[in-house]
């Protein structure tokens, strides 16, 4: 414990001399093959000297991380055959694609999910083209690329994901590629504490490998410019064994490749074996290498190899400065002596080729790394069964977050295939009865007083939106289930994480190959309008604007106005497929208004009249007052009390929003309302008062193409809150029950002198609130006490 | 080097018996004044027993970390009395606002800003009563708070703010204190690598104190659980000194506490006068005390200090369990013993007010935490001598961000309180130019064939937009100005940050002593529909859409549609104050439209026809062609050239927007443009066609309540994408001139038969087009040849 292995180059001889003649073999075919790529339209075996026509006309894509990715696989293709190891392999320089599609190609993956790419002449040619070709695939890891969870676009996420994946797969080990770039990133930096949340019996085992190669696009980076001294003790201080391998001699540096990969493979075995599980020190390997490794020396009096100007495209081989770049390319792609590796027909050669690991241990044909191959389907409890008795509506809940952790809380019991992720928030988002059946894994200290804490648990928590999103994810990558709670402000921190997540379920719907995943499910709470202890910071509903933004048929986006219609909501989400759910939900004691047959019918349907609340059934409704959300949906119905009671002769029609997308129109997401069922809903003609949980406007961004559009006046978030009541936060942003009946009757001049009365009566309740809210730093009696009376 | 000193409570005596007694009594002052504001509304100084009546009936806010943060601050005013130091205090958990509020008090600087908060009984009674009250001041250390600039509402970039802050300071030491659960996120976690990139002479130093209290809301930090091998190890992999203050017991804490201060400030001191300016290993302390020090130990028997459970309020002293408790809180506020610490009036007594610092140099009225005051205004080169010549609309440019560097060069060349911000992305953005006049900052190794790296560097870059963000942020706030330059897509990594900054702008406006700062500046190119390297991942135009969820007073988008248009908008924002600018612009070579007299008008009214490429100049249009963004400019008036040749009958009036806001109405954002000037522009009935850069459902968002919104047809982004080339990315997402035109048509019907064969025509040229380009892997020769000819 504590100390570090320097396997230095040459002092091992782990390779017999045939063992290390075809492993670098391998490695020159996959060097082959990834310039190939990024070069070639034709001639893909040099039989006829190199010319511009068998040139690509934009060459785009990453040479720099290629060549150390190649050699990355080339060995733990051998420790996977060595070992019989089920290994999948996450490429944090995702865009370094060339080298994965050259490894699954050589493996025979490639050709066995793309037919048409053979393992011959034509398939070469074919495989060369497509490569950053328009109508071809794309230059970087992504969901098309077999063997893939994880597109490294961008950048940041992939031990996060590799934890991920590893959870509850004791027998899979994650090789993951951090980049030095990447590993610069927040979430890179701390996801290696990951190692204090993984069970070293029932999850698996991730080996990074820290790759070295010194640049990004155009500076050095941090990690491979400190000290050794500085390096070690980093890694160390994590929590890892590191094992360094560095140089760039080919021989050398495969002779200490294959000694760090056997005893970081052999220690991973050991822990395993072990009895004590207490937290080990896993082993990684910090692999020093030059960038664009093999590659072209010096260009133009520039230097290239070992130096940032590999990154993409290292020879500019076009027609204006040609013929000399030309040479240049042909020179370096036949210094992997293609002749010696590929036969006349352009198959790998035997004895290269049975390096490869076989059938399902190749890293591209592991079904984790396919998580719909192994999908197996929660079983959930009947919902029904945690229903909350509404017998009239407005009866105060417990919170409604509260009601879904008995739910959550079996589901737990009954799966284990499904987790639960969050930043510290399980409890304070009072989703406390989940601890009655499992704990929080964490493999650090446990000390007296602690609560919920234990080595092996079924909720994930650190202070990392980033990491709970990216482990999530890996979870969901490799076929099983999950759900992240989060404040809901704080959910912008993965914003971005979201959205890369969002392309990746739609680029991969569209991989005949690919099976569907799990829903990534979001839950937000803790939300805008009950933010008594923090305030303003944390007001921020906005990560739905964001999520509309996504393809359609990839999100879908709920907010239950109580806890029946939150268990509806929930048991659909858990069970779906594919898709990015965003449910947001209060957590604090609030009115309850639908029986568990009303909200299971409220539900299926998105959107309804509650006929309950509303007195048009008689004739058309003189005024929609709709809602979206649970701070909306008291206060709209409040002042629907208040007008009910003060203008009897109104007919007000309640609309009630769960499904926020039925807003749209079906040709801008499948879940849209039709526009005939639409305007039956909202009239066309009639004026609409709109609470919405979020900013209003988008609202109005959903709705701007129907026929009332001109007629909804949306209430919403607008930017102003502090440390305050829910209603004096409602009153801020003017989506109080006093503003609404104010807004109804300025769109309402039928309701004369006795509107225009009301109107004032509402005014001296807003001034009356203020003055007991400053005085008693608490609402007024009447707001506190309110009950729907209907 | 290298080694790590442990001051142990006890064995080192830094404070005479007099010092230690009057430093445990400032301590226990501000732990009192922390805990009246918890819980008082009445009876300050517990002259009489307290009573319900006196307690507020909603008690909100965090007491966990505040007892430490007192500690921290006690200790700061005696090292910067001792050695009469410039510093101000970041407070990573700012939701210890308590600390920060009760310290400012007892300084005196809080009655300063706040006269009605006076120094004696009547001034605490309103100290305690506003404290997360509605209409008072936040539980954090928000912008109400003198010496704050950094909220830590959402935890992670306190370092990083402190980094920024002392960038171009090299008098000042930033004080930053880290909780161990804010160590847990990402960009905490790279932020420690914050100590590569700060200059020792040039810049001024960061003290950070990691504060190991041990707990997050319910859960462990990981931090406080791993062995005192690997934390030491972590902290000098980093590269720092770590110094151990650790323990409970207050009169060995602060002889331990003083002692560490003494040697960190020593240390920094030294390094400051050091001539080697090799990166030096400077100091920071870890700081492992009980999280709620001083409070309630068992309640209920629940163990509360040292717990989690101290974490918010730990006695819930209300009516219902009312009496016990509030006895329990009387007892620990008599712990404090008052009666020693204020006189009758409620004063401080002066033998303990002596030990805050005086005038400037307390931390609450340091001008750097109040950045206005120190703001000079940039000296900007005369934009205009950077102008593109553009002898007709169309000719080709070098690419907009290409020629706006040359003026960002000299722009840092003038002046020594500006800098540019990047993840390693300037050059690729192509802003080399300002490579010219200054170097990236870079105190890590330097090697040969690096370029532009340097000890001293106005262009920050690490591969953390978090850090960029975070030490943009700081230098921004303490006063001087900068730029963030970014890939659109990964703007999103900082949504979360840019909401913070945002509130933090709007709140800051609000108080009257804080004065304005810079404006946030940020660059978004490498945009979405030049991804030819990277693709889908790298595609996404939504932090607009984000950005305009924030404060109108605050946020301004601009989408120049040339170079010279850059220019204008550049010099603009980099002049303004107190916004979040956003400004989208290409880096690629594409048309030019305005000459510099051109686009300073063009800029100044921020929409306007383009007049010399409509034909409605004699009558009104029959349509509106609108374009907002580089590449929809280009697309539109390509379909705009072909409207014309083929249909020259038809009135076409060509609309460029630059400032995206000006599409709102003056309500809802200042720039909005009147109704009756929307309506001259747009027509009240005439179609639109608007190409916009982004997702398409924005510009509907902004126009919802515009006379002629129904007429209003947009083509944006749609999330579709791969490798392509500039304008297949367009066909896939119907942006493009071909689409264009057919859009038209179909709002056209008195184009009749010929418009029916044009969009044939056009239906014709996509399928060519995507024959072409699968083919030949670029576009065809029409498109790529293709010049505006009117």
Redesign the interface.
């Known amino acids: 414990m504590?100390n570090t292995t320097t396997v230095a180059p040459g002092k091992h001889q782990a390779l017999t001399a045939e063992e290390l003649s075809l492993t670098d073999a391998y490695w020159r075919a996959a060097n082959y093959l990834s310039v190939g790529q990024l070069y070639l339209?034709d001639n893909p075996l040099l039989k006829e000297p190199l010319k511009m026509e068998h040139i690509?006309?934009?060459q785009?894509?990453?040479w720099g991380t290629t060549p150390g990715q190649n050699f990355i696989y080339t060995h733990l293709n051998r420790v996977i055959n060595k070992y019989d190891l089920n290994m999948i392999y996450v490429s944090g320089p995702g865009?370094g694609g060339p080298a994965v599609v050259a490894n699954t190609y050589l493996e025979g993956t490639y050709s066995e999910v793309y037919p048409a790419i053979t393992q011959d002449e034509e398939g070469l040619k074919k495989l060369f083209t497509q490569f950053?070709?328009?109508?071809?695939v794309?230059?970087?890891a992504?969901p098309q690329v077999p063997g893939s969870i994880h597109?490294g676009?961008?950048?940041?996420y992939s031990l996060s994901h590799s934890f991920g994946a590893a959870l509850d797969n004791p027998s899979l080990i994650v090789a993951c590629v951090v980049g030095d770039?990447?590993a610069?990133?927040?979430?890179?930096?701390?996801?290696w504490?990951s190692n204090?949340f993984l069970h070293p019996h029932n999850d698996g085992a991730v080996l990074p490998i820290l790759h070295l190669n010194g640049y990004?696009?155009?500076?050095?980076?941090?990690l491979a410019?400190?000290t050794h001294?500085?390096?070690?003790?980093?890694?160390?201080?994590?929590?890892w064994h590191p094992l360094f391998v560095e140089g760039d001699d080919p021989a050398p540096m495969h002779q200490a490749m294959a000694a760090a990969l056997d005893k970081a493979v052999t220690q991973i075995l050991q822990i395993k074996k072990n009895k004590d599980i207490t937290r080990p020190r896993w082993p990684m390997i910090i692999l020093r290498s030059p960038k664009g490794w093999t590659g072209p020396q010096v260009v133009n009096g520039?230097?290239i190899e070992?130096?940032?100007r590999s990154h993409?495209i290292p020879l500019d081989v076009t027609a204006t400065n040609g013929e000399n770049h030309l040479l240049l390319l042909e020179q370096w792609m036949k210094s992997y002596n293609p002749a010696a590796l590929f036969d006349e027909q352009g198959k790998l050669k035997p004895a290269i080729a049975a390096l490869a690991p076989k059938g399902p241990r190749r890293m591209g044909a592991n079904p984790h790394a396919n998580g719909g191959m192994l999908m197996k389907r929660l079983r959930l409890p009947d919902y029904t069964q945690y229903a909350v008795d509404v017998r009239q509506p407005g009866v105060t809940g417990e919170g409604d977050v509260h009601v879904a952790g008995r739910f959550l809380r079996d589901a737990i019991r009954d799966n284990q295939h499904f987790r639960i992720f969050g930043p510290?928030?399980?409890?304070?988002n009072k989703l406390e009865a989940v601890f009655e059946v499992t704990n929080?894994q964490?493999e650090?200290?446990?000390?007296?007083?602690?609560?919920f804490?234990a080595p092996g648990g079924r909720v994930m928590?650190?202070?990392?939106?980033?990491?709970c999103e990216g482990w999530l994810e890996g979870y969901l990558l490799t076929g099983r289930h999950g759900l992240f709670n989060c404040y809901e402000?704080?959910i912008?921190?993965v914003?971005?994480m979201f959205?890369?997540h969002a392309?990746w379920l739609?680029?991969s719907s569209e991989v005949p190959w690919r099976r569907e995943i799990p829903s990534l499910n979001i839950l937000l709470t803790s939300t805008v309008w009950r933010q008594?202890?923090?305030?303003?910071?944390?007001q921020?509903p906005?990560f739905l604007?964001?999520v509309?933004?996504?393809?359609a048929a990839i999100v879908r986006v709920y907010l239950p106005p109580d806890a029946n219609c939150l268990l509806s909501v929930m048991n659909h989400c858990l069970g779906s497929m594919h898709y990015v759910n965003v449910m947001v939900a209060g957590k604090h004691p609030s009115p309850q208004w639908l029986t568990m047959q009303e909200a299971i019918g409220h539900c299926a349907r998105g959107i309804s009249i509650w006929s309950w609340a509303s007195n048009d059934q008689e004739s058309d409704p003189d005024i929609v007052m709709a809602c979206c959300g649970d701070v909306p949906t008291q206060e709209t119905l409040a002042a629907v009390s208040i007008l009910r009671e003060q203008l009897p002769d109104l007919k007000i029609r309640v609309i009630n929003v769960v499904d926020l997308l039925k807003l749209e129109k079906p040709s801008a997401h499948p879940h849209g309302l039709p526009d005939k069922d639409f305007d039956a809903l909202f009239t066309t003609d009639k004026p609409i008062i709109f609470a919405f949980h979020g900013?209003p406007?988008?609202i109005?961004?959903l709705t701007?193409?129907r026929a009332n559009?001109?007629n909804i006046h949306v209430r919403g978030y607008k930017?102003e809150g502090?440390?305050?009541?829910a209603f004096?936060m409602t009153v801020l942003n003017e989506m109080d029950r006093f503003h609404l009946v104010m807004d109804a009757i300025d769109r309402l001049p039928q309701t004369g002198s006795k509107g225009i009365y009301l109107k004032q009566q509402m005014q001296y309740k807003l001034v009356e609130h203020k003055q007991y809210?400053?005085r008693?730093?608490?609402d007024m009696p009447e707001i506190r006490n309110w009950k729907w009376k209907y």
């Open positions: 504590g339209r690509k006309k934009m785009l894509g990453h865009h950053s070709y328009p109508g071809g794309s230059s970087h992504s597109e676009g961008e950048l940041g770039g990447e610069e990133t927040g979430p890179l930096a701390t996801a504490h204090k990004k696009i155009s500076n050095p980076t941090v410019r400190i001294e500085e390096l070690e003790q980093l890694f160390l201080g994590y929590g520039y230097q070992g130096n940032f993409q510290d928030e399980t409890v304070s929080r964490w650090a200290a446990i000390a007296p007083h602690d609560e804490l928590e650190m202070l990392s939106e980033h990491q402000a704080f912008h921190i914003d971005s959205n890369q392309k739609k680029i008594d202890h923090n305030g303003f910071t944390h921020d906005g604007d964001l509309v933004n996504k393809k900013y406007w988008l109005h961004r701007y193409n559009n001109n930017e502090t440390v305050t009541t004096d809210i400053c008693y730093g608490e």
